[in-house]
């Protein structure tokens, strides 16, 4: 860690209190210490309190968003970094007796910080050391511990097949027990659907703190943590169907400006690319490029589950406008390219495995917001939209198409109800450094005409507060259905069933009918 680093986490230990005023703070950690006392792997080592030296290193480490790295947010009365299933057993019993709230953290990639921030008393169960991969080739499957990133799920597939992947996101630091409980998906969702349509089987700690699988935990709850988020009980590991894929893929990236026709590229790219052969998936990203001179402009990024040979010809036409040229595409194979979608160095499949623990200080804060759409926004919009955009710095766009297999499976499948008849997801990033939203608002306002309608939906994953929460007084059907559609009634039932008390809660927890 940098120097400055240091020295920023040494002022700011100074500035937490100490967790020893906490009534229940000495109570929770010996009840810890009793229900794992038989644990294979003594936990007292893997409880960070205030006052510890690592207890500020360990807090921050996964703070993904510098958005939150403030002494203003509550810190947790301890921090438990599980080694052992039995670890995670003996918290969830321990924070439900002891009344505190449980924030659980895998990779912290939470948009909205919730897996490791809150204004009440609170422990974070971190599950970065449960990383276990397992893959079996010969059956396709995989188990995955949920601390295990993106990026280490992906190299050891790798290691361990040539021809095998699997349909995820493209941050390989991601963790899995987050990005799968909210409907993952990655540049393989038109070919294979989401991360939760290849999910066969998992292991979770239910309320009571007891290990269920599959069939114990029952298929209603299975299907609820597919999607429905960290409201069931905490994410042990998953069982993964790998999927299969070419031994040689091709990727490309085309980039676009204003006077190159890129206002009538992406109004073509809304009309085709939902409906080009499944084996391609191509992402426009929107937004100022660096190495253009910070210029606004239009990229257009892909990946194809096969040759150039067939990509070109294909291309040319179905979407012959973008002229795509051989010197625009790479052969590879597909570990290689979840390197090339990170802008990393395809031959240093090893980077797959950094998790960049170090602290975020000094990078900016960014929010994110998402929206669904179902028609083709007309060039008018488009190029009002180009100037707007244009003149908003720190603002960016990654537009997602859909098709595919996505328009073959029911919205009632999973949690996950964005299936047919969509033709594109839009995710809103905009880094700040003047402490306002304001401009963020003002695109995300602009598209509301152009985005789906009653309700305007949104993606889990993108987590996004203003699209309602939890208590306040506030309806929790209000970002239920912008979230889940019709599928939020069954995701109640079943919290009402096996987690009646609400202890696993969060801002936009799914709430039982009680509640």
């Known amino acids: 860690m940098k120097p400055s680093s240091i020295a920023i986490l040494s002022a ?60 203003t947010n509550r810190n947790p009365i301890a921090i438990i970094t599980a080694t052992h299933e039995t670890h995670v057993q003996a918290t969830v019993i321990c924070a439900k007796n002891h009344s505190l709230l449980l924030r659980i953290r895998s990779g912290g990639h939470d948009y909205e910080g919730l897996s490791y921030v809150s204004n009440e008393p609170f422990v974070i ?3 970065f050391s449960l990383r276990s991969i397992d893959i079996n080739i010969q059956a396709e499957t ?11 799920l992906y190299y050891s597939i790798s290691q361990k097949s040539k021809v095998h992947a699997f349909p995820g996101g493209v941050c390989s630091s991601v ?6 409980i909210g409907a993952g998906y990655g540049n393989l969702l038109r070919k294979y659907g989401l991360t939760v349509d290849n999910i066969i089987d998992a292991k979770i700690v239910d309320v009571n703190g007891k290990i269920l699988d599959r069939k114990s935990m029952g298929e209603d709850v299975f299907w609820a943590i597919r999607g429905g988020g960290a409201s069931f009980g905490v994410i042990l590991s998953w069982n993964l169907k790998l999927v299969s894929i070419p031994e040689v893929v091709t990727f ?15 109004y073509k790219w809304q009309e085709v690319a939902g409906k080009l052969p499944e084996d391609i998936f191509i992402r426009l990203k929107l937004q100022h490029w660096e190495e253009h001179g910070n210029k606004f402009m239009g990229r257009f990024v892909a990946l194809y589950l096969g040759k150039i040979d067939t990509l070109l010809p294909m291309m040319n036409q179905r979407f012959s406008e973008l002229g795509l040229k051989q010197k625009d595409c790479i052969e590879t194979s597909w570990v290689e390219t979840t390197l090339l979608w990170q802008d990393m160095d395809p031959k240093q499949t090893n980077l797959l495995l950094d998790r960049k623990t170090t602290s975020t200080f000094g ?27 244009g003149n908003t710095p720190g603002l960016a766009m990654e537009w997602n198409p859909y098709g595919g297999k996505m328009s073959h499976i029911p919205e009632s499948e999973t949690p996950f109800p964005h299936r047919a008849g969509y033709k594109f997801k839009i995710q809103y990033w905009y880094y700040y450094s003047n402490n306002t939203l304001e401009p963020l608002q003002k695109i995300y306002d602009f598209m509301a005409p152009y985005a789906s309608q009653s309700p305007r939906e949104a993606f889990l994953n993108y987590r996004d507060l203003d699209v309602g929460t939890n208590g306040n007084g506030e309806d929790p059907n209000v970002f239920g259905a912008k979230y889940f559609k019709g599928n939020f009634e069954r995701l109640r039932k079943v919290k009402t069933e096996c987690d009646p008390g609400n202890f696993f809660r969060n801002e936009q927890s799914i709430p039982p009918l009680s509640a």
Not at 142 to 152: F, H, K, M, P, R
Not at 363 to 389: G, M, N, Q, R
């Open 12 to 71: 700011l230990l100074l500035l937490i209190p100490l967790a020893n005023s906490e009534p229940s703070k000495d109570a929770f950690i010996q009840c810890l210490k009793n229900q794992a006392n038989k644990s294979p792997k003594p936990i007292s080592e893997a409880i960070f309190t205030a006052g510890s030296p690592l207890f500020v290193p360990t807090l921050f480490a996964y703070f993904r968003n510098s958005r939150f790295n403030t002494t």
């Open 125 to 127: 169960l971190d599950m």
């Open 142 to 152: 995989a188990w995955v511990q949920a601390g295990a990133t993106l990026g280490e």
């Open 175 to 180: 963790a899995t027990g987050g990005h799968f």
């Open 252 to 266: 490309f990236k085309v980039d676009r400006a204003l006077e190159e026709g890129a206002v009538d590229l992406v």
């Open 363 to 389: 990078a900016s804060p960014f929010k994110v917001k998402s929206d669904y759409v179902k028609t083709s926004i007309a060039k008018p919009a488009l190029e009002e939209l180009w100037k707007k955009a």
